[in-house]
């Protein structure tokens, strides 16, 4: 009665229709809340969390905690449990405090660690920021890119490279009154920002439509061309 | 000029249905598209994967294809993957799939590997290897110490086999041993590389690190780029389009092209139809005010 | 003490184990009220000072210095311990629907459905691990590809939709700051795909012309403008993260959460 299920062909079939149901189902929500799109919904959240369950075990659990305390014998592997099991008092009220400890331990290695990200992220930010030459270097004609085409070119662009970067920090600081040409700079400042947030909503538009293109991809070819009415792909 | 003032009140349903024919109309009735033009950090990404096939030290080095991405933005990432993984296979570089950040990435990234493996005749264990997922929290001190022991700080692969036993893993010891990094990812990852790991290696030069964001994470990447912490970046969608010219391979991102071109120009219609309502109304009530 | 052992008395360990820690639990719960704030301020104090220390302290020929070889054993100790955390998120969601079971609440068909889901996918995943077939494979598939793959990707498409209406909506010329927004993204959404590309074609993409071309322009925006504003953001957020750093290490952090009393 089963035997479908080891046949790649069928489950092929069984997944596209099962995937073209949970897609239509969601889709639903388009035209107005319904019950259709809650239960996929609720089998969305529930097939996420079970999932992380299941890698949650199979790839850390299992292999770096129950494997080496049980089948190698790490008895002292035992001790996560407990340990681990103080994240859970945050939710009862008399023991809650002792959730602290666990939490603790995990702030404090973040906070430690916060140097060396620091360091290795930001120096060579800010080394790229100050290192911009303000004289035409030679061979920057020859460089690639319209907008190295001339040395001039160069110049101009790391001028308003550290202008923006300027203007821009001091929008946002708020130490003192910003007054005179300091309030010029910060409104310019306001002005590029408002450059860049344009430039990031042209992106996120397109990164909406990709995902949208991908769901539109596996209804046309993989489903209605290819599962229902047999086309070749 | 009232046919005007109402396009700028456009029912949403209405909205919704043209975005949907401007997506599916180039699916449905083929048209050709022209060749996207290929940006600077692209080229740079592929000459970046070119130059470590082309290094006879680095070619032997494991290259790290890290999948932090869930199905959610699998139309962006998913064909990052697999532009890239074509590359890698092509040049026959060893790599290993690894996620921290989300536990669906290494499934997804082994669903692209089982796919391409037998037209580049690569081997699970012996070509490339899955370590799996492991949680978010617990990233950094993973990635700090990977610098020194890969093996000891992943332990095992997704199927529960020491990585020591694997023979891809053979002579892989820690950060000296990595040709590149690779992120493909839907949220912010990419700092646990660059600040732990990337500049950890025994030699003066960084770890190429390449850099597949989806296109909203993209702009903020940017002074990573001139930096040199990125030696390349493919920019969601985009990025996988031009890469597969690049590689001369027609998949899901060349097709979706027009898809893309079509509910961009779309969109740019309708802003501009709004704006046009916007004005006729002012102009409306101006006239309405004189009178 | 430390040395693995096999059989029988393998769990007795564990369980003596166990046993102890519910030993250091009560000593614990027995720390009277004023002393329980300093507790949890040396703990973040001593785990923030050994990568701290580890990070400064010189290192030897080997790139190490005598607090790295603890790296790799708190790198398992960490994956174990924030695995168990993930289970805070699955208790939380599993209680709120349990009790809309338990009670009956209205919709409590779809909570079902919600663990229905849960345990059908991890279910199928354990089998697929412990029992490895063909059969296994394509159930576990079923609920991997067919469903969570296809519901994750769709659920977060229809974002599409909303946008096409919010950006057709707020995109209006109504001041300095809206019409530089949406110029600048005019240009990017232009220069991003191949027909908009198409429109500046036949414009050389060399010498000084190539800065006409949409591409360039969107792209100079990009890199050019995008970037440093970005950048001079970003140093904020640094400096900033790294402020915050130390205010938990030192535990100088203020807020609901630090200030209560425990």
């Known amino acids: 009665m089963f035997d479908f299920l080891t046949n790649p062909g069928a489950m092929r079939t069984a997944n596209v229709w099962f995937a073209a149901l949970c897609t239509l189902g969601l889709y639903s929500i388009l035209y107005r809340e319904n019950r259709f799109f809650r239960f996929f919904e609720h089998l969305f959240i529930g097939l996420a969390t079970g999932y992380a369950v299941y890698t949650t075990w199979n790839d850390t659990l299992r292999p770096r905690w129950w494997d080496p305390m049980v089948a190698e014998g790490r008895w002292w592997w035992a001790f996560a449990l407990p340990a681990g099991l103080l994240f859970y008092l945050i939710y009862s009220r008399k023991y809650s405090w002792m959730s602290r400890l666990i939490f603790a331990v995990f702030f404090g290695f973040a906070a430690g660690q916060a140097f060396q990200g620091f360091a290795a992220y930001y120096f060579p930010l800010v080394r790229s920021a100050i290192n911009v030459p303000l004289v035409p270097a030679a061979g920057a004609a020859a460089a690639p890119g319209a907008y190295a085409l001339t040395p001039m070119a160069g110049v101009l662009n790391n001028l308003l490279f550290l202008f923006i970067v300027i203007s821009v920090m001091t929008y946002f600081f708020f130490s003192f009154e910003q007054k005179g040409p300091v309030a010029g700079v910060a409104r310019m400042g306001r002005y590029l920002l408002m450059f860049a947030f344009g430039a990031i909503f042209g992106s996120t538009v397109m990164a909406r439509m990709s995902l949208l293109i991908g769901r539109t991809d596996f209804l046309i070819n993989d489903w209605i061309r290819q599962t229902v009415f047999r086309l070749p792909g | 000029m009232g046919f005007l003032v109402r396009l700028q009140d456009i029912d949403r349903r209405v909205l919704y249905l043209l975005l949907a024919v401007a997506v599916s109309f180039p699916f449905l009735f083929p048209a050709p598209v022209p060749d996207p033009a290929i940006l600077p950090q692209t080229q740079s990404f592929f000459r970046t994967v070119e130059a470590v096939s082309a290094d006879p030290v680095r070619r032997d080095k494991l290259v790290i294809l890290s999948c932090n991405f869930s199905s959610s933005t699998s139309a962006e990432s998913l064909t990052q993957t697999e532009t890239v993984m074509r590359h890698l296979m092509k040049n026959k570089l060893k790599f290993a799939i690894f996620s921290f950040n989300d536990p669906q990435g290494r499934e997804l990234g082994q669903l692209i590997a089982n796919r391409l493996q037998d037209e580049y005749g690569y081997q699970y264990g012996r070509d490339y290897v899955n370590w799996g997922f492991r949680p978010p929290a617990a990233a950094v001190n993973t990635v700090k110490a990977m610098v020194r022991n890969i093996p000891e700080a992943i332990g095992t692969d997704a199927n529960g086999t020491r990585l020591v036993e694997i023979p891809v893993m053979r002579n892989i010891r820690g950060a000296n041993d990595l040709a590149a990094i690779i992120e493909i990812t839907g949220s912010n990852s990419l700092p646990v590389w660059l600040q732990y790991l990337q500049r950890t290696g025994a030699g003066a030069e960084p770890i190429p690190t390449l850099y597949c964001p989806t296109a909203v994470m993209a702009p903020e990447a940017f002074p990573l780029l001139k930096s040199g912490q990125l030696q390349g970046m493919l920019t969601g969608l985009k990025g996988a389009i031009e890469y597969e010219a690049l590689l001369n391979v027609r998949g899901f991102a060349t097709r979706a092209s027009a898809s893309l071109s079509y509910s961009h120009f779309l969109i740019l219609a309708l802003i501009v139809l709004g704006n046009l309502g916007t004005f006729a109304a002012r102009a409306q009530a101006r006239r309405g005010g004189a009178r | ?262």
């Open chain 3, 1 to 262: 003490m430390f040395r693995p052992v096999t059989g029988p008395t393998l769990w007795l360990y564990i369980l003596g184990a166990l046993a102890a820690s519910g030993v250091i639990f009560f000593v614990l719960q027995a720390i009277p009220s004023r002393l329980r704030k300093p507790l949890v301020a040396l703990i973040t104090f001593v785990a923030g000072l050994y990568y701290a220390t580890e990070f400064f302290w010189p290192v030897g020929a080997d790139g190490a210095n005598f607090l790295t070889p603890w790296i790799d054993p708190l790198a398992q100790m960490t994956q174990v311990l924030q695995a168990f955390a993930l289970g805070l998120g699955v208790y939380s969601l599993a209680s709120v629907h349990l009790r809309a079971v338990a009670r009956q609440r209205s919709g409590w068909g779809f909570s079902v459905v919600l663990f229905a889901g849960l345990f059908a996918i991890a279910l199928t995943g354990f089998l697929r691990e412990y029992r490895p077939n063909r059969f296994n494979e394509n159930v576990f598939n079923f609920f991997f590809v067919g469903g969570l793959q296809s519901l994750d990707a769709t659920m977060f498409s229809i974002i599409a939709f909303y946008i096409v209406s919010a950006a057709y909506r707020a995109f209006r010329v109504r001041s300095i700051e809206a019409t530089i927004l949406l110029t600048s993204a005019f240009v990017v959404m232009l220069g991003q795909v191949a027909l908009g590309q198409a429109l500046t074609n036949n414009i050389p993409n060399q010498q000084f012309a190539a800065n006409f071309r949409v591409e360039n322009i969107a792209n100079w925006i990009l890199t050019r403008v995008n970037s440093p504003a970005l950048l001079a953001v970003d140093f904020g957020l640094g400096i900033g993260g790294l402020a915050t750093a130390l205010r938990l290490w030192l535990s100088l952090e203020r807020g609901s959460y630090f200030d209560k009393e425990l």
